[in-house]
């Protein structure tokens, strides 16, 4: 027994297929601001919470004894709610209890997305960046994430460099549109060509959305893959509570699928978490009833954060992407000359007081993102003017 745990202690028990992945850089960034006292502009939470008329419905449903397991698939109000809030953007009636599946947010889809459908030696295609789940929930499932690279200025969803990727084993393309980290969305042209790859290979679609409500420019708009000729049937669409209703903490997400992929996800949903918080399920319906007027105000107020954070910015030697939707942007700060990324994020936080993420742990090759940095604008009007203030005392050398 002793002997085990001194082996425990000395050697790293992490399983081969996540020891690569390390601990997530939010978690790591997150750390760096609190002990520097910095202003967190890194991991993507609001410092604000959503409407308390959500709050208020949680704490009803608790009261009204909704406390015991959930429905496997979802609460049946808030399945229904979920498929009235979709029905229009992906231009079908949708069956709330055979084609929404209620998971632990949006991580949890895409883990049970992938857990559900993949075998070992699959291949899952995405563009990078991308959301660093996405790796390393594919290594847990034996497969392998291939990548097709975003590039900066545009980062346009490049549907040729995609088909170029595909091989006999890919099973699934990823994609994610509003983009984290880039804030780019899909057009209507990049969505048929990615479409098109798809029906041609015979491909599964799994489309991240969870920033869907977070279009900020506003001759654009947000477009579903699955709303794409012949893709309804191929297509997975995920979904989240947490950024549209400023609830990161609640970890309610879902995925809208056909039957036949809903079965899939389900095979591993049942297992991973099987239900999600009944009360919290009740008081999503409640938040998804709040409709247009509720997304309109949002997107005002994100566009003006966004503007402040612009303005900022550009006050900087930085090269500011800016952002059509979601509430972050990139920047270039090679001409700052403080090094990768890491280092420029670290020299941030130590010297100017304002917590950035290094993007490179969202590309397969972190030599990618080097010259990259993500900044998050989902605070308050007054933190953005304190960050911005720091901010503008960057310096080209
Ligand atoms: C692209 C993307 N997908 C998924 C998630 C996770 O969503 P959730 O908090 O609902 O698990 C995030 C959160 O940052 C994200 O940026």
């Known amino acids: 027994m002793v002997g085990t745990v001194s ?20 978690s790591r960034m997150t750390e760096l601001a609190r002990q520097h006292g910095a202003i967190n502009l890194g991991q993507g939470f609001p410092d604000f919470d959503g409407p308390e008329s959500i709050c208020v419905a949680a704490a009803e449903a608790m009261r009204a004894g909704h ?57 899952v295609i ?39 990727a595909v091989t006999d084993r890919t099973r699934a393309v990823l994609l994610n549109t509003p983009h984290n980290p880039t804030g780019r ?9 990615i479409a098109d790859v798809c029906r041609r290979h ?20 947000h477009l579903c893959l699955a709303a794409c000729d012949g893709m309804v049937d191929r ?21 809208i699928a056909p039957a036949h992929l809903t079965a899939a996800i389900r095979s591993a949903h049942q297992f991973l978490t099987y239900a999600v918080p009944t009360p919290l399920q009740h008081a999503a319906a409640h938040a998804l009833s ?39 942007v990139m920047c270039d700060h090679a001409s700052l000359g403080h090094g990768d990324d890491l280092a420029f ?30 900044f998050a604008f989902c605070k308050s009007l007054p933190v953005l003017e304190a960050a911005s203030k720091r901010l503008a005392g960057l310096r080209a050398p």
């Open 67 to 123: 406390n015991q397991y959930a429905p496997m698939g979802g609460v049946p109000q808030l399945q229904e709610a979920i498929a009235r809030d979709a029905a229009e953007g992906l231009g079908r009636t949708i069956d709330p209890a055979g084609e929404v599946t209620v998971t632990s947010g949006c991580t949890e889809a895409i883990a049970a997305t992938m857990a559900g459908l993949l075998n070992p030696g699959d291949e």
């Open 126 to 164: 995405a563009f990078e960046p991308f959301y660093d789940s996405y790796p390393a929930t594919v290594a847990m499932c034996g497969a392998t994430l291939k990548t097709v690279t975003l590039r900066p200025p545009t980062f346009a969803f490049d549907a040729a460099r995609l088909e170029v």
């Open 235 to 255: 297509t997975i669409t995920l979904r989240s509570l947490g950024k549209t209703f400023s609830l990161t903490g609640w970890k309610i997400g879902w995925a």
């Open 185 to 193: 969305v899909a057009t209507a042209n990049e969505l048929e060509a």
């Open 345 to 374: 994020c670290r020299w941030l936080v130590e010297t100017v007081g304002v917590a950035a993420i290094p993007p490179s742990s969202f590309y397969a090759d972190p030599r990618s993102g080097a010259d990259l940095v993500r």
């Open 7 to 26: 082996h425990m202690a000395t050697s790293s028990a992490v399983s081969h297929a996540l020891r690569p992945f390390g601990t997530t850089i939010f």
């Open 290 to 328: 709040l409709g247009e007027p509720y997304y309109r105000t949002l997107r005002d107020e994100y566009r003006q954060r966004r503007d402040v954070l612009l303005q900022g910015l550009s006050q900087t030697p930085l090269r500011v992407f800016e952002p059509e939707g979601t509430y972050f």
């Open 202 to 221: 015979d491909l599964i679609a799994i489309t991240d959305e969870v920033y869907d409500r977070l279009v900020l420019e506003g001759e654009q708009q």
